[in-house]
């Protein structure tokens, strides 16, 4: 167990610095000069190129990248080429209120998902069974920042129960009042994949020999949904829960910008359209390690989820 | 499940009602997704610039509400005279003006250094404004004197409280470095207390501000940059003032919300497409006159909304000191365009490449000249592409027709200088934003740049637009105002009819009624 994740860390280094050097050669591919767009349309080519100098963007591309990677193995990821400040402090002032949605709309779209989907399958071809088909479906070919306008004009605006600016914070009560729209508009998203793919798992596992066996001897329908059937469907849940992980915060960046929250998003938007080279490179680290670490814990799970997988 | 909804909602009505704005705070919705550098010498982009003017003087001052650069007033600068050349320049510095947070008083040293900074390149996204100041002296503790190498049409106008001529406390930029932008330190009416990421700016009032304390307490800048999210938090009550998504219909139904009052205000924003005349097939003036001929500008602002949007006059913004209100443009007249191009050898008419931005506003003007040009026989190929990218390319010359939108400090010569002065044309050394190689009215603006008799400098600057306008350098289309909204219970506590920084000014005067 030790081990694997030890071989899989050693893994994710070499990801990491694979996903670094492509980061760093795309965006200095992508035509636009950080510099230019600092100082404005009212600066001279000569201040221009005055600032290229003293970010370093004059130097040769591979030796930016030499000083890029010597600063990175010493934990140094340069500072923001617009705000000045240190990419790594930049992000983490952002990250929790990034992670905090990514976590409680997860939560909801598990809490909402499991349960639809395994009644789905119990009374498959029944007016509930395609009454929930069709909502997920829905649910998916939903875009997220529609359900967000909607849902901001009917709980921000029709009956103002929640604010349109959904970035406070100091107390449990602005917490929630923050989260709850933007975790619900994304929750509804995720609760539609997993509902079908609990659904699907479930309907697999009900047709199985071991099922009509417990059945047969007794035991309660109740129990035999819940433990002997739900354990065994859990592994393709957990997969896709795992996999729509690195989808959820990707999807955040909208979720983000309608809800006016702080986070990875709009500090990605923003430093996409600054050319901010440090920042950008910095966030791809974080996404990188974030995706990582979400396909470990999603392996880990495995082994608890099922005994008998063994993690070599 | 029926349980956990109850729940739900029961906690929903728990927090509720929601907190509103106090009445001495106000709360501002920026369209913008986070601060940039905040230093008035560095920042450039609209968000930014707004919010600093609230916390900055020059050491004079347009008229708050007003852009027109005839009506200046003192600011930091009590007083100022000039030789009759206009080369030397002799400010008496206010005394005992308070810079923020303890900074200590500001004198006639901070204000040399201020000018200085903004002229430094390295310091400075407007030191070109300052290319022709050679010396700035503190004869004493309350006077600064400035040295020009030659006299600077509107000069003023560069040491007013907008970019460059922002005055900074010394001491605190010692002090802090490069940190002065996560703290900014001037003398106005709002001092910079709190930032956070992405959410938003707090400043509170000034209370030793030298024309007496602010009546509002607390300024909140919120970073909104959904522009539905903006209308919605200020339909909510969240927001008191917003920065509006610039278009008519935006203006129209924003108009409809009670209480509210919506403004369209100046500066206009000149929309003109910039032909580059040394390229293949605008190098032909009869291609240009062509293109100038088959624009229908008063069809477009109808397109844009008369509310919000007008005609453009020349190939400067119209209102500016200088600007030709009556030069000779084209008319629309798409049987001369087809002449035109016929005669320049394009009887079956003739595709032009157009890189362009995918910013809203410009995108759906572009998108129109199109359909115009069209029927004229010319097909402009307009290549999108995001607007940083955008920038990047017509910097490099790579599109023979720039489309560009700006409005600059309200004196004819910083347009001609930076769009048609030979010296701006990009790629050069000293390039700004001449896209279209014109060269034809150098003699003029250099001259007008230095002239010291108003009437004469007027004539120059007439003669420039004229050469420029017939040599077909650029086609001015149409002009974009500044559209913002707030409750009508907030009062300015001034006419407002403009502002430089784009953002109404936030006075010590500016309060709410109820």
């Known amino acids: 167990m030790t081990a694997f994740v030890v071989r899989r860390l050693a893994f994710a280094c070499v990801t990491l610095f694979a996903v670094l050097t492509l980061v760093f050669v795309l965006v200095r591919i992508v035509p636009g000069d950080p510099a230019q767009l600092i100082l404005g349309d009212q600066a001279s080519r000569e201040a221009i190129d005055a600032l290229r100098q003293r970010l370093g963007l004059n130097l040769p591309i591979w030796e930016q990248y030499l000083v890029f990677l010597a600063g990175a193995l010493r934990g140094d990821w340069g500072v923001s080429l617009v705000s000045g400040q240190p990419v790594i402090g930049e992000v983490l002032k952002v990250l929790p209120w990034t992670i905090q949605l990514t976590i409680v709309s997860l939560i909801l779209g598990i809490a909402i998902g499991v349960p639809l989907g395994v009644y789905a399958a119990i009374h498959r071809n029944r007016v509930i069974d395609y009454a929930v088909r069709v909502s997920s479906l829905l649910g998916l070919s939903f875009p997220p920042f529609v359900a967000a306008i909607i849902l901001l004009l009917a709980f921000a605006i029709a009956l103002p129960w929640f604010p349109v600016i959904s970035a406070r914070s100091g107390s449990l009560a602005a917490w929630y009042q923050s989260i709850t729209l933007p975790a619900v508009s994304l929750g509804l998203i995720t609760a539609a994949y997993v509902t079908r793919v609990t659904r699907s798992a479930m309907l697999e596992v009900l047709s199985e020999d071991y099922v009509r066996t417990a059945r047969a001897k007794g035991v309660p329908w109740n129990a035999v949904v819940w433990r002997h059937a739900l354990r065994n469907a859990l592994i393709p849940i957990i997969t896709v829960v795992g996999l729509y992980l690195g989808i959820l915060i990707g999807n955040s960046v909208l979720t983000e910008i309608v809800f006016s929250r702080p986070g990875l998003g709009k500090l990605l938007i923003g430093a996409l359209n600054q050319r901010d080279y440090p920042m950008l490179q910095g966030m791809m680290v974080i996404y990188t390690l974030i995706v990582v670490l979400v396909n470990l814990l999603t392996d880990l799970a495995y082994g608890v989820a099922d005994p008998r997988v063994k993690l070599k | ?514």
């Open chain 2, 1 to 514: 499940m029926k349980k956990l909804v109850i729940a739900v909602m029961g906690a929903a009505f728990l927090a509720a009602p929601l907190a509103f704005a106090q009445k001495k705070s106000l709360v501002v919705g920026m369209g913008s997704a986070d601060a940039g550098k905040l230093d008035p010498h560095i920042a450039s982009t609209t968000p930014d610039k707004g919010l600093l003017s609230w916390m900055f003087n020059g050491l004079v001052r347009l008229k708050p509400g007003s852009i027109n650069p005839e009506f200046i007033e003192p600011d930091l600068a009590e007083s100022w005279t000039s030789n009759p050349a206009g080369t030397e320049w002799t400010f008496k510095i206010r005394r005992g003006v308070q810079c923020h947070h303890g900074y200590g008083e500001y004198t006639a040293d901070d204000a040399a250094f201020s000018i200085r900074r903004a002229a430094n390149k390295a310091t400075s996204s407007y030191s070109n404004d300052f290319s022709a100041v050679d010396k700035v002296e503190t004869p004493d503790k309350y006077t600064l004197k400035i040295t020009l190498k030659s006299p600077v049409a509107g000069f003023l106008g560069y040491v007013a409280n907008v970019n460059g001529g922002n005055q900074v406390c010394k001491k605190a930029v010692d002090e802090m470095g490069e940190n002065f932008a996560k703290k900014p330190i001037g003398t106005g009416p709002f001092m910079f207390a709190e930032y956070q990421p992405q959410q938003f700016v707090k400043l509170t009032a000034n209370k030793q501000y030298f024309r007496g304390a602010p009546a509002l307490e607390e300024i909140t800048y919120r970073y909104v940059p959904a522009d539905s999210a903006r209308d919605l938090a200020f339909q909510s009550g969240e927001l008191d003032m917003i920065y509006g998504k610039q278009d008519q219909v935006w203006m129209d139904r924003t108009m409809k919300l009670p209480g509210v009052k919506v403004v369209a205000m100046e500066p206009g924003e000149l929309s003109v497409l910039s032909l580059n005349i040394t390229v293949k097939p605008l190098d032909d003036i009869r291609v240009r006159q062509a293109i100038a001929y088959a624009i229908d500008r008063k069809a477009i602002v109808v397109f844009k909304g008369a509310g919000s949007s007008r005609v453009a006059v020349s190939v400067v913004p119209s209102g500016y000191l200088g600007t030709d209100e009556k030069a000779p443009l084209y008319p629309y007249d798409p049987a001369k365009a087809k002449a035109l191009l016929t005669e320049a050898g394009f009887p079956n008419g003739i595709t032009i490449k157009t890189i362009h931005t995918t910013l809203t506003g410009m995108q759906t003007l572009i998108e129109a000249v199109q359909a115009q040009l069209k029927k004229a026989g010319i097909n402009l190929d307009i290549e999108l592409v995001e607007h940083a990218t955008f920038h990047a390319q017509i910097r490099k010359d790579l599109s023979p027709i720039v489309h560009y939108q700006a409005a600059r400090f309200p004196v004819a010569d910083v347009y001609l200088t930076q769009f048609f002065d030979s010296a701006s044309i990009v790629g050069t050394p000293t390039a700004v934003t001449n896209f279209s190689h014109c060269n034809v009215a150098d003699a003029d603006i250099r001259a007008a740049r230095s002239a010291t008799d108003p009437a004469k400098q007027k004539e120059l600057w007439k003669a420039a637009q004229e050469k420029i306008i017939k040599a077909v350098c650029a086609v001015p289309v149409y002009e974009q105002l500044q559209l913002w909204a707030w409750k009508d219970t907030l009062d300015l506590g001034y006419q407002l009819q403009g502002s430089l920084n784009l953002s109404p000014p936030i006075t010590e005067k500016t309060r709410f009624t109820k």
